[in-house]
Nanobody
C-alpha cells in the first residue's frame, strides 16, 4: 500500500534552519504532485507544492524562506526551511495527489513536529 513517511522535524531557534524529508513507497511517485502542509491549530494549510514536472508554488508566508524539491529516482520530496520563525511552529504533513480519469488519488504522511522557539 501507499506510504508517506516524514522525517527531519524538531526544535530549532528562531532564525535557524531545518530540512524535512518525505519518502514515498507503493506508488508511481513521479506522476504525483507532492506538497507540504502544516497544521498549528484548526485548519491544515498548504505550505509548498511541486508538480510532477517540477513546477513549484509557495504560500506567501514562506515564500523566499522555504524551498521544496523532489528526487524522483529516490521517491523523495524535501522541504528546506530557512529563517524560521515562531509562527512556523506546526505539525508538517507530506501530501501526494494525482487525478486520473476523474478519480482523485490522495495520500498523507503521519506528520512531523516542527517547533521554533528560543
Amino acid at each position: 500500500q501507499v506510504q508517506l513517511v516524514e522525517s527531519g522535524g524538531g526544535l530549532v531557534q528562531p532564525g535557524g534552519s531545518l530540512r524535512l524529508s518525505c519518502g514515498a513507497s507503493g506508488m508511481m511517485f513521479s506522476s504525483y504532485t507532492m506538497g507540504w502542509y502544516r497544521q498549528a491549530s484548526g485548519k491544515r494549510e498548504l505550505v509548498a507544492g511541486i508538480s510532477s514536472d517540477g513546477r513549484t508554488s509557495y504560500s506567501d508566508s514562506v515564500k523566499g524562506r522555504f524551498t521544496i524539491s523532489r528526487d524522483n529516482a529516490k521517491n523523495m520530496v524535501d522541504l528546506q526551511m530557512n529563517s524560521l520563525k515562531p509562527g512556523d511552529t506546526a505539525v508538517y504533513y507530506c501530501n501526494a495527489v494525482r487525478i486520473e480519469y476523474g478519480t482523485l488519488y490522495e495520500y498523507w504522511g503521519q506528520g512531523t513536529q516542527v517547533t521554533v522557539s528560543s
